[in-house]
């Protein structure tokens, strides 16, 4: 039986980065993602480097099954090795022509997808996973440093979650020859759930948030949601992501237009000059080792070890001048541009409150509808409550109780705002009528006591449990 993919993808700068350095393929056939370092004057092109050479791959490996060509698991997999062999020796053909270069390289995350089965490439920490009967699980294993200290039993997974330098990498395609990607073939399901992410999504959120949001039955919805809470998290890097549904075979989803997306939809890779096998080219200099304060000294540091922000630091580092300036002219400039990039931001920021509604509990202990942002400054609310659902927060289960009472639903429009007002209330509701319906524990009663004043009386009853749903 042969089944189609149904998937959503998305890919912005986040809240920190200059420019968005991922990329991203989509097609039906192909879903990939790629994490580009090195800097906003490298990572972006290293990225585009990837991806092209896999929307090769993929444009190649369509035109093989139409021309009759039976697809197999292993074939697809040395389709895609030598896709990624060949955009390795091109970013180090590339570093080779041009030394501001150095530094820069790619993860490269995803699959060619034959109808019943995904040939997954993996290399970085970019991340695929796959929902299956309910149970979310991690199906590439994340080439980094805190990640070969869990392997090791030296951390653990809480531990690597917050670890200072859990953005060092072991290898990604940077033109080195030693660092070869991880392949496999993972036979699909109907119902199947596939995502592909940066560390952008991933790395700004927790497993449990992360397992919660990918089930959310709409495509759409599931990646704004994921996305919204890259932003809660920080949205300290580029954010990249692409959720698909294993369906049934559609004609419709088999024709769609294939998508890029990010770096790789407007970055153009200068013409390559050398076209040398890698073996035969001086060899690309490996990374300055990072800044590794605080690592104990017993600690083994694996040697070629990756910052990905290190050449950004560098190539972002403040420089003195070396002339004296005028200094007047610029500072009227100065407070002028700052002048109008206020008044541009009040603006902006103006209509962005307008446009924007939030989840949280109102002063009554109801479920509420808020317009606005969910702060206050010198006494004042920047929100109003615009609609409040008929059932309290307390009967909410906890974990949807918490994300009430501590602000997190926050970033939506109208009417995904509505839509989960609807949801949260139905919840409430629910566990409300299953509480109500619930008659308390038998009490015993111990005999009179003789002693006992007339005014005195029993121990009131104790209060009936929530049904286990609703815990």
Not at 173 to 193: A, M, S, W
Not at 361 to 375: E, L, Q, R
Not at 457 to 468: R, T, Y
Request: glycine share 8%; hydrophobic share 40%.
């Amino acid at each position: 039986m042969t089944f189609s993919l149904d998937f959503v993808a998305h890919s912005e700068i986040g809240l920190v980065r200059d420019n968005n350095q991922d990329s991203a393929f989509c097609s039906p056939s192909m879903l990939v993602v790629a994490d580009g370092m090195g800097g906003a004057a490298a990572g972006d092109l290293a990225s585009t480097v990837a991806i092209n050479q896999l929307r090769e791959v993929d444009q190649q490996l369509v035109q093989n099954a139409a021309a009759g060509e039976q697809l197999h698991g292993e074939d697809i997999l040395e389709a895609m090795r030598d896709g990624l062999k060949q955009a390795n020796e091109n970013l180090a053909e590339l570093v080779l022509q041009d030394r501001q270069l150095e530094g820069m390289g790619t993860t490269v995350c995803g699959g060619f997808f034959d109808g019943e089965a995904i040939g997954i490439a993996h290399i970085g920490d970019s991340r695929g996973y796959l929902l299956r009967d309910g149970v979310l699980v991690q199906i590439t294993h994340d080439h980094s440093w805190v990640q070969s200290l869990v392997d090791e039993g030296k951390i653990s997974e809480e531990d690597a979650a917050v670890h200072p330098h859990r953005s060092l990498l072991l290898k990604v395609l940077n033109g080195q020859p030693t660092h070869e990607p991880d392949f496999k073939v993972i036979d699909l399901k109907l119902g199947d759930r596939l995502l592909f992410c940066s560390d952008g999504l991933s790395g700004m959120m927790d497993a449990k948030e992360l397992d919660s949001l990918i089930r959310i039955k709409s495509l759409p919805r599931a990646v704004r949601e994921l996305t919204s809470a890259a932003y809660r998290g920080g949205g300290a890097d580029n954010i990249t992501l692409v959720v698909a549904d294993v369906v049934e075979q559609s004609d419709d989803l088999d024709k769609r237009s294939p998508i890029t997306l990010g770096a790789a939809a407007s970055v153009q890779v200068p013409k390559i000059e050398l076209r040398e096998p890698t073996g035969t080219l001086p060899a690309i200099p490996l990374p300055p080792p990072p800044d590794l304060e605080g690592v104990p000294a017993d600690v083994d540091v694996p040697e070629g070890i990756i910052d990905p922000d290190a050449f950004e630091k560098i190539r972002y580092t403040p420089r003195l001048r070396t002339q004296k300036r005028q200094w007047l002219p610029w500072t009227i400039i100065t407070i002028v541009v700052l002048a109008l990039l206020a008044g541009y931001v009040f603006w902006i920021g103006k209509d962005y409150v307008k446009k924007n509604y939030f989840i949280s509990a109102t002063d009554s202990g109801k479920i509420g509808m808020y317009n606005g942002v969910d702060i206050q400054f010198l006494g004042h609310d920047f929100s109003d409550l615009i609609k409040t659902s008929k059932e309290e927060v307390k009967y909410l289960p906890s974990y949807q109780r918490k994300q009430v009472e501590d602000g997190d639903l926050r970033g939506y429009n109208l009417e995904d705002a509505s839509a989960q007002l609807d949801e949260l209330s139905e919840l409430a509701k629910n566990c409300r009528v299953k509480l109500d319906g619930r008659e308390p524990a038998p009490v015993t009663t111990p005999a009179p006591d003789a002693s006992a004043t007339p005014g005195s009386s029993a121990s009131p009853s104790p209060a009936p449990e929530l049904p286990e749903e609703c815990k």
